[in-house]
């Protein structure tokens, strides 16, 4: 499919953009929107992305989907395992924390928020990601969480125009992958990069937690967790806990 650049300086959130101008889009084509800096970058669960200018990635894929396309729940699953790619290629070690954090050395680099929105036969799907990229220690400590950026680890500084490309052929490739065979062809990377395997995690879907083992991933990208009953959940959606 042909990708289609929107950039902007500074907007509110790169996924917002997308959704409130989807209309604007050709539905062949890819519309990849970044932004230098974001006002109001937004995480999963409401939660705010720290989006200082000029220094990560803030990037929006946006494109249509049938709506009975295999393994629809699984495109965020997808867009983790094709970015944890292009950091193996540059050579570094990334795991992947269900269902779609990227993580270096235990740390927070990268974030996925997939949205959807659905019209009769088909879906609209917004898929965005922040890497902190070139965030400095000042910036990183300002997060709630452990973070770290490329920069932080490697001990130089990244071009992030050269990285976004290489994330935005991957992800073109990787789609036409995705629509044809759903998660499935990334199902292994997934899980061999997955944070956590073997050890007690608590997940929680926002209504329901368990705890157990972190398990293996489904052939359609979820998440099973082995409880203490010698029981077997397989979660659809939710967050990691240590
Ligand atoms: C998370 O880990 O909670 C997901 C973070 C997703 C952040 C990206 S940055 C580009 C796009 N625009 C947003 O407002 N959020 C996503």
Redesign the pocket.
């Known amino acids: 499919m042909k990708l289609v650049e929107i950039h902007f300086e500074s907007i509110g ?4 953009y997308a959704k409130e101008h989807v209309g604007s889009f050709s539905p062949d084509q890819v519309t990849c929107i970044t932004a230098d800096e ?1 006002t ?6 409401q ?1 705010k ?1 720290y ?1 200082p200018k000029g220094v990560n990635l ?3 894929f946006c494109f249509r989907l049938p709506k009975n396309a295999l393994h629809l729940i699984s495109l965020s699953q997808m867009m983790a395992a094709s970015f944890a790619s292009v950091l193996l290629d540059e050579g570094l070690h990334p795991k992947i924390k269900w269902p ?2 990227i993580r270096l050395n235990g740390k ?1 680099l990268s ?3 997939c949205e959807t929105s659905f019209h009769g036969e088909w879906v609209d799907v917004f898929l ?3 890497v902190n990229v070139n965030m400095g220690t000042a910036d990183l400590a300002r997060i709630d969480q452990p973070a770290t950026s490329l920069q932080a680890e490697t001990g130089r500084s990244w071009d992030r125009a050269a990285l976004l490309k290489k994330i935005q052929k991957k992800i073109l490739h990787d789609l036409d992958l995705f629509k044809s065979k759903g998660f499935e062809p990334f199902h292994s990377l997934f899980e061999n990069l997955l944070a956590f395997k073997g050890e007690i995690v608590s997940c929680s879907d926002g209504k329901r937690t368990w705890v157990g083992t972190c398990h293996s991933i489904t052939n359609d990208g979820q998440l099973n967790i082995y409880s203490s009953d010698k029981s077997m959940h397989t979660v659809l959606s939710g967050e990691i806990s240590k």
């Open positions: 959130s790169t996924n917002t974001q109001a970058g937004r995480g999963r669960f939660r992305w989006s803030y990037v929006t779609n954090d927070k974030g996925i928020l965005g990601i922040g």
